[in-house]
């Protein structure tokens, strides 16, 4: 069951996101900036979504933890440009 939840956040974390935020506070424990919360879901939702976990479970942007959070990051940003790519090998 962990994993059928682990992948329905990596599948779609901007409803995830917008689910944490109307049902409950944790992502406004981590981001005390609308703003920066409104950024984050629409450029890196993943990335947004590993940080708030960081913060709310007080991790250390350390070591171990910000290969994850590096990680999440290029997940997000593969999936960004991996539309570029596809259409450049079909030309």
């Known amino acids: 069951m962990p994993c059928l939840l ?5 599948l779609f974390p901007r409803v995830i996101l917008v689910l944490l935020f109307l049902l ?3 992502l406004q424990r981590a981001y005390h900036n609308l703003v920066v ?6 450029f890196l939702p993943l990335t947004t979504l590993v940080y708030a976990w960081m913060i709310n479970n007080r991790m250390p942007l350390e070591g ?3 290969i ?7 997940l997000d940003l593969g999936g960004l440009g ?10």
């Open 6 to 10: 682990l992948l329905v956040v990596v």
């Open 24 to 26: 409950s506070t944790y």
């Open 37 to 42: 919360l409104l950024i984050g879901f629409l």
């Open 64 to 66: 171990v933890n910000l």
């Open 82 to 91: 991996g539309g570029e790519w596809h259409r450049r090998r079909r030309s």
């Open 68 to 74: 994850v959070l590096l990680v999440a990051v290029i």
